[in-house]
């Protein structure tokens, strides 16, 4: 099992019902995840994109098994872990962490930052108190703080300090793999750039592996190796980074990033894509491509057949029915019928 990935993901759906009426029956399903593939190896960082409401955070929280999911298989080291309970979860526990977005509303108020951080240690049992306060005081100085912060509260600290808390947190029990849901979009944008950089050097220092969970294609392409772009639930587009910005396969992909600003003089400018309508409900999203109503190029095909997500190029790959034959577009956009 030594070459398997350190994460691998099957079809994984997760589906949250939907009650209505006196008898709270359920009405419906909503299909925040429907269907995702994905592996991450060792020491990788896999960034998974869409806009709000995709599901990228019900992704990350599901192979976590903070959420029970649906249909599909989680496997760690090539163990399946899907049909694990709470007390089977347990070791894993110790391998798997997560950032969360919001760095106070993630922290407990009533609890100081050395006892935050020192928490999964007492749960999992690890060492002395001697030794857990050595090791809350290390991981303090790693992520940037001073160790005398531990006696303060999180009310006390910056949006950027409790989020370094956050980390050391997620750092506390020596994880393979830590899930970052988006850890840095509520800060300012310089304190964005200091927790990017001190993730990539805890990376490169503890040899972790992330999913990186963003909307922020900019901040993405600087973290990541590997790029998942999600659309309503699935996953449309995935490759290393700089093959998804220098040629998107998918239409919503090359939406997706003719927003992206390009500060660097003499770049070659992209035309602006501008997607009409609203994303579906993921309570009834569309039969085929869950795209096709907002794509250009829909045709046809793209209403009744789901597209399957295949290698286009080498390393690349993408689920659009304009790539059967191989062809990059058509020349002009055409209609749904």
Request: net charge neutral.
């Given at each position: 099992?030594?070459?398997?990935?350190l994460?691998q993901?099957?079809?994984l759906?997760?589906?949250f019902?939907?009650y209505?009426g006196?008898?709270?029956?359920?009405?419906?399903q909503v299909h925040?995840?429907?269907?995702?593939s994905?592996?991450i190896?060792?020491?990788?960082?896999?960034g998974l994109v869409?806009?709000s409401?995709?599901?990228k955070s019900t992704v990350g929280?599901?192979l976590?098994?903070?959420?029970?999911?649906?249909?599909?298989?989680i496997k760690v080291?090539?163990?399946?872990?899907?049909?694990?309970?709470a007390a089977?979860?347990f070791?894993?526990?110790?391998?798997m962490q997560?950032?969360?977005?919001?760095?106070?509303?993630?922290?407990?108020p009533?609890?100081?930052?050395?006892d935050?951080?020192?928490?999964?240690?007492?749960?999992?049992?690890?060492?002395t108190r001697?030794?857990?306060?050595?090791?809350?005081?290390?991981?303090?100085?790693?992520?940037g703080?001073?160790?005398?912060h531990?006696?303060?509260?999180?009310?006390?600290?910056?949006g950027?300090?409790r989020q370094r808390i956050g980390?050391a947190?997620?750092l506390?029990l020596?994880?393979?793999?830590i899930?970052g849901?988006?850890p840095v979009?509520?800060?300012?944008?310089?304190?964005?750039?200091?927790?990017?950089n001190?993730?990539?050097?805890?990376?490169d220092?503890?040899?972790?592996?992330?999913?990186?969970v963003?909307?922020?294609?900019a901040?993405?392409?600087?973290?990541?190796?590997r790029?998942?772009v999600m659309y309503?639930?699935?996953?449309?587009?995935?490759t290393?980074?700089?093959?998804?910005?220098?040629?998107?396969?998918h239409p919503?992909?090359?939406?997706?990033l003719?927003?992206?600003?390009?500060?660097k003089a003499?770049a070659r400018?992209?035309?602006r894509?501008?997607?009409s309508?609203?994303?579906?409900?993921?309570?009834?999203?569309?039969?085929?491509?869950?795209?096709?109503?907002?794509?250009?190029?829909?045709?046809?095909?793209?209403?009744?057949?789901v597209?399957?997500l295949?290698?286009v190029?080498?390393?690349h790959w993408?689920a659009c029915?304009l790539?059967?034959g191989g062809?990059?577009?058509?020349?002009?956009?055409?209609?749904?019928q």
């Amino acid at each position: 099992m030594s070459n398997a990935p350190l994460l691998q993901v099957e079809a994984l759906k997760k589906h949250f019902p939907v009650y209505k009426g006196v008898f709270s029956r359920v009405a419906g399903q909503v299909h925040a995840v429907d269907g995702v593939s994905f592996h991450i190896d060792r020491g990788e960082t896999l960034g998974l994109v869409g806009e709000s409401g995709c599901g990228k955070s019900t992704v990350g929280r599901t192979l976590l098994k903070l959420l029970e999911p649906t249909a599909g298989r989680i496997k760690v080291r090539g163990e399946d872990i899907t049909e694990f309970d709470a007390a089977k979860m347990f070791p894993y526990r110790e391998q798997m962490q997560m950032i969360y977005q919001d760095p106070y509303a993630s922290l407990n108020p009533r609890m100081s930052a050395g006892d935050i951080v020192e928490e999964p240690l007492i749960i999992h049992d690890a060492g002395t108190r001697a030794e857990r306060q050595e090791r809350v005081a290390s991981l303090f100085e790693r992520v940037g703080l001073r160790p005398e912060h531990r006696h303060s509260f999180p009310h006390m600290f910056s949006g950027g300090q409790r989020q370094r808390i956050g980390i050391a947190r997620a750092l506390a029990l020596g994880p393979e793999l830590i899930v970052g849901d988006e850890p840095v979009s509520a800060l300012d944008v310089s304190i964005q750039a200091q927790i990017i950089n001190l993730l990539m050097d805890l990376q490169d220092e503890f040899k972790l592996s992330y999913l990186f969970v963003a909307h922020d294609l900019a901040v993405v392409e600087h973290i990541s190796h590997r790029i998942a772009v999600m659309y309503l639930g699935r996953i449309v587009e995935t490759t290393d980074k700089n093959s998804l910005f220098d040629m998107p396969l998918h239409p919503y992909t090359e939406a997706l990033l003719s927003a992206v600003p390009i500060p660097k003089a003499g770049a070659r400018r992209r035309k602006r894509v501008i997607l009409s309508g609203d994303v579906p409900s993921p309570i009834n999203p569309p039969s085929g491509c869950h795209f096709h109503l907002r794509c250009p190029y829909a045709m046809a095909q793209c209403r009744h057949e789901v597209p399957a997500l295949r290698e286009v190029v080498p390393g690349h790959w993408a689920a659009c029915h304009l790539h059967n034959g191989g062809v990059r577009f058509p020349l002009a956009p055409i209609a749904v019928q």
